[in-house]
Every structure is written in structure tokens, then in C-alpha cells.
């Protein structure tokens, strides 16, 4: 299971999210997912499932049976920092992100 370890740390750094930030989006405590992490112990279908929808992929690219992202890194970055953000927050990114798009349209 040394690889679903690594896809887990590899997958939390591609979103920017650290294991404790993955632990809480996932409803689990920071050991538990230390130890999946670690590669001492595996989740059950159910956590798997939760894991993989926190980062924004499936459990088969996960466990290392499918080699091709489920989504563009940098979109999956945003995603994942724009869902931790308070309502206020977000109005401030879509408002830089549509003068960003004004300014490359000129």
C-alpha cells in the first residue's frame, strides 16, 4: 500500500493542502490520516471514497490503478483553496479573476 501512501502526499501537495487541512475536509482525525499516509494502515471503501473526493480525484488513482489526473492541477489547486474561503473572500477572488480576464481580452 506504499503507493496509495505516496498518492495521498502526492496528491495533498498538487491541491496545497497539508495532511491536517486533508484530515478535516475528510471528517477524520490527523492521526487517523497520518496513518493512512504513512502507509501503516488503509482506509475502509467508505473513507477511501471521502479521501478521494477531498482531493479531487477517485479512489482508483488513489490506490495507483489509474495513472491520468481526474482533473487539471491548477483548477484542482483552485478549487480546493476557493472552497476553504469564507463568502467574503470569494466574491474578492471572482472579482480579481474576472479583471484578470478583462485584462488579457484587450
Do not use: H, W
Not at 495533498?12 to 492521526?31: F, H, K, P, W
Not at 473526493?53 to 491548477?74: C, K
Amino acid at each position: 500500500m506504499d503507493s496509495f501512501a505516496n498518492n495521498l502526499r502526492t496528491r495533498a501537495e498538487q491541491l496545497g493542502i497539508s495532511n491536517a487541512e486533508a484530515a478535516r475536509r475528510a471528517n477524520l482525525s490527523e492521526r487517523r490520516y497520518g496513518n493512512y499516509v504513512s502507509g501503516r494502515r488503509e482506509p475502509d471503501l467508505a473513507t477511501l471514497v471521502r479521501i478521494a473526493q477531498v482531493l479531487e480525484t477517485t479512489p482508483n488513482m488513489l490506490l495507483g490503478f489509474d495513472t491520468a489526473p481526474s482533473a487539471d492541477t491548477l483548477r484542482s489547486k483552485i478549487n480546493s483553496a476557493v472552497s476553504a474561503l469564507e463568502e467574503s473572500d470569494k466574491e474578492v477572488v471572482a472579482a480579481c479573476a474576472e479583471a484578470i480576464v478583462k485584462l488579457r481580452s484587450r
